[in-house]
């Protein structure tokens, strides 16, 4: 989530001149406060990528989908290429207390970062709103949030996400 947010803000800023994908593996395998696998909380992420950056994916692919972290290493996997770390700006995290908090942050510098509560119906999501309507809570997932919407049929906003589980989910 917290990649994603800084590749899109970053392409923003630059008017589409920069596209670089950033490395999560980097970030997993190298900040030394990170839960590797089991996940991190956001403003921990965010601290690390202002101290110390990251790569891009091309230096670093992702490899834990297994659910092990390889150890740092700080070069790329490709000799040929550079190993340039890209920091976040200093301050660029914060809390978002309300959501009005959250829609002028996204309308203002772009997609925003945030925790999502996942509940056991979450598995079967297809598409559409998600709304929980059975079984228990099972973890956190951090996400992106890129918009907003109001729909008539709920009667109730929504946010639009963008979720990192990949296209077979």
């Known amino acids: 989530s917290v990649t994603a947010v ?26 030394p406060n990170n839960h590797k696998c089991g996940g991190d909380r956001l403003d921990n992420t965010y601290k690390f990528l202002e101290r110390e950056g990251t790569v891009s994916l091309q230096c670093k692919p ?21 190993y340039n770390k ?29 925790g999502m509560a996942t509940y056991e119906d979450f598995q079967f999501y297809k598409g559409d709103i998600y709304i929980h309507t059975t079984g228990r809570q099972t973890d956190h997932h951090a996400v992106v949030i890129l918009g907003w919407g109001y729909d008539q049929r709920y009667q109730s906003e929504y946010w639009i996400l963008r979720n990192s589980w990949g296209p077979s989910w």
């Open 62 to 82: 992702y490899e834990s989908e297994r659910g092990t972290a390889p150890l740092c290493v700080r070069s790329c996997r490709n000799p040929n290429l550079m």
């Open 86 to 114: 890209i920091k976040a700006r200093a301050g660029s995290w914060r809390f978002l207390p309300t959501i009005n908090d959250i829609k002028t942050e996204i309308y203002t510098n772009g997609p925003v970062s945030a």
């Open 6 to 31: 800084m590749e899109t803000r970053k392409c923003i800023q630059s008017q589409g001149k920069s596209l670089v994908e950033l490395s999560q593996q980097d970030i997993i395998s190298c900040d």
